[in-house]
């Protein structure tokens, strides 16, 4: 058996083959970032089905009537949306939202049902093999896809979680306050297109945190690797990845990440500025920065302790 090291090279090398890629498809990035729980996965059969899906998905978009040439985006989206949705039954897992099989692409296709991003994946991908024009939209909160206007046309924007569903722009409000908060301003720029490289992050952004709620720290750890390899200047992740050495008490790896983190980040004795003593405190950053410190010089007194 792989030791966790070996693995954890493995899955990095392979995702960042897959990001080099040619193109913006993103199955066989999903797929690499399955390797965290699926160490011994073959992508092949996924890929292979994808293209199937695809052909699928041109065949009918064939078969349109002169009204559908008519009406041509909509009837893209809603041959798509059959075909993924009611054909072949794929949904939003509403019930069991926070289960780590719908972040990995094989277990999305084999159960068919996912949380946005993944499902979007699906989307993005048979679409683009069925020749449609469709792009990520990384939406707070909630990932959507849109097919983008043409001359005389809006945007069309779609929510892969709930069955290919259009959304107005009220709605897009909406699904902001819903997820941000009430006092959440909308923009048009949420709804700009996502790279693959940003759809990738989100992907491991949303397992880190469900495995650090989980308080699954190897896995979460692991997925702080791959997010430091495809951005090596995510200094965030870098100080989580720290703290979770810390919690799994590999003390000298977060002694190593913590003061690589601190090295980069404002020092926490600097002097508080003065409208920040009348308000009775330290900003946000030096108060995390203060905190990492502490944890530092308690990682140096136990590391010093090993020698």
């Given at each position: 058996?792989?030791?966790?090291?070996?693995?954890?090279?493995?899955?990095?090398?392979?995702?960042?083959?897959?990001?080099?890629?040619?193109?913006?498809?993103?199955?066989?990035?999903?797929?690499?970032?399955?390797?965290?729980?699926?160490?011994?996965?073959?992508?092949?059969?996924?890929?292979?089905?994808?293209?199937?899906?695809?052909?699928?998905?041109?065949?009918?978009?064939?078969?349109?009537?002169?009204d559908d040439?008519?009406?041509?985006?909509?009837?893209?989206?809603?041959?798509?949306?059959?075909?993924?949705?009611?054909?072949?039954?794929?949904?939003?897992?509403?019930?069991?939202?926070?289960?780590?099989?719908?972040?990995?692409?094989?277990?999305?296709?084999?159960?068919?049902?996912?949380?946005?991003?993944?499902?979007?994946?699906?989307?993005?991908?048979?679409?683009?093999?069925?020749?449609?024009?469709?792009?990520?939209?990384?939406?707070?909160?909630?990932f959507?896809?849109?097919?983008?206007?043409?001359?005389?046309?809006?945007?069309?924007?779609?929510?892969?979680?709930?069955?290919?569903?259009?959304?107005?722009?009220?709605?897009?409000r909406?699904?902001?306050?819903?997820?941000?908060?009430?006092?959440?301003?909308?923009?048009?720029?949420?709804?700009?297109?996502?790279?693959?490289?940003?759809?990738?992050?989100?992907?491991?952004?949303?397992?880190?945190?469900?495995?650090?709620?989980?308080?699954?720290f190897?896995?979460?750890?692991?997925?702080?690797?791959?997010?430091?390899?495809?951005?090596?200047?995510?200094?965030?992740?870098?100080?989580?990845?720290?703290?979770l050495?810390?919690?799994?008490?590999?003390?000298?790896?977060?002694?190593?990440d913590?003061?690589?983190?601190?090295?980069?980040?404002?020092?926490?004795?600097?002097?508080?500025?003065?409208?920040?003593?009348?308000?009775?405190?330290?900003?946000e950053?030096?108060s995390?920065?203060?905190?990492?410190?502490?944890?530092?010089?308690?990682?140096?007194?136990?590391?010093?302790?090993?020698?």
């Amino acid at each position: 058996m792989q030791s966790l090291q070996t693995r954890v090279a493995g899955a990095i090398d392979e995702l960042l083959r897959t990001l080099n890629e040619r193109g913006e498809g993103l199955a066989s990035a999903a797929l690499a970032i399955a390797r965290v729980e699926y160490p011994a996965l073959d992508p092949d059969p996924y890929l292979q089905r994808i293209e199937r899906m695809g052909e699928a998905a041109a065949g009918r978009l064939q078969r349109r009537t002169p009204d559908d040439r008519r009406r041509d985006r909509a009837f893209q989206i809603s041959t798509l949306n059959a075909y993924l949705y009611e054909e072949l039954g794929f949904s939003g897992n509403r019930e069991h939202y926070d289960d780590p099989r719908n972040s990995f692409l094989n277990e999305v296709l084999d159960r068919r049902t996912g949380i946005p991003i993944s499902l979007a994946v699906i989307y993005l991908e048979v679409a683009r093999r069925a020749g449609v024009r469709i792009e990520g939209v990384n939406f707070p909160g909630h990932f959507l896809v849109r097919l983008p206007a043409t001359t005389g046309s809006d945007d069309l924007i779609v929510d892969p979680f709930h069955s290919g569903a259009l959304l107005s722009e009220m709605d897009c409000r909406q699904l902001l306050r819903q997820h941000v908060g009430e006092e959440a301003a909308f923009d048009r720029g949420l709804l700009a297109t996502a790279t693959r490289q940003q759809i990738v992050v989100r992907m491991l952004v949303n397992l880190k945190r469900l495995y650090v709620r989980m308080r699954s720290f190897p896995q979460a750890r692991f997925i702080a690797d791959l997010l430091l390899a495809v951005d090596p200047s995510a200094l965030s992740e870098l100080r989580d990845r720290g703290l979770l050495a810390y919690h799994m008490e590999d003390f000298p790896a977060a002694l190593r990440d913590l003061e690589a983190y601190l090295r980069m980040m404002p020092r926490p004795d600097l002097p508080v500025p003065e409208h920040e003593h009348a308000a009775g405190g330290q900003s946000e950053e030096a108060s995390e920065s203060s905190q990492i410190w502490e944890h530092v010089k308690t990682l140096r007194r136990r590391v010093a302790g090993f020698n």
